[in-house]
Nanobody, 123 residues
Framework: QVQLVESGGGLVQAGGSLRLSCAASGRTFNTYAMGWFRQAPGKERDFVAAISGGGGITDYARSVKGRFTISRDNAKNTVYLQMNSLKPEDTAVYFC????????????????WGQGTQVTVSS
């Protein structure tokens, strides 16, 4: 089990950028695939991006491909989500997740979740 704490959310204008961070506990961080999900009010939680333990494999939702970049620093036990060209429809609570593989994370079968951080994009 791994504890996850997200940070970096906030209010930004459309077209702006934000970088989310997710700090993980534990000494085996590099064995976990990591991912980001988001949930807008009244909607289901949706997959955003995932990255393998070593960082060599990534996966993105079609709606964010080309605008968002997931990365990780295993020395710091941290995964990031760089969000550029933000749109009002990106407004949501963003959650960090850990799992066995990129496929398991992207399909929602993560074993651990953070509490979330709010991202609000104004038009």
């Amino acid at each position: 089990q791994v504890q996850l704490v997200e940070s970096g959310g906030g209010l930004v204008q459309a077209g702006g950028s934000l970088r989310l961070s997710c700090a993980a506990s534990g000494r085996t961080f590099n064995t976990y695939a990591m991912g980001w999900f988001r949930q807008a009010p009244g909607k289901e939680r949706d997959f955003v991006a995932a990255i393998s333990g070593g960082g060599g494999i990534t996966d993105y939702a079609r709606s964010v491909k080309g605008r968002f970049t997931i990365s990780r620093d295993n020395a710091k036990n941290t995964v990031y989500l760089q969000m550029n060209s933000l749109k009002p429809e990106d407004t949501a609570v963003y959650f960090c997740a850990a799992g066995r593989t990129v496929d398991s994370v992207s399909s929602g079968r993560s074993t651990d979740w953070g509490q979330g951080t709010q991202v609000t994009v104004s038009s």
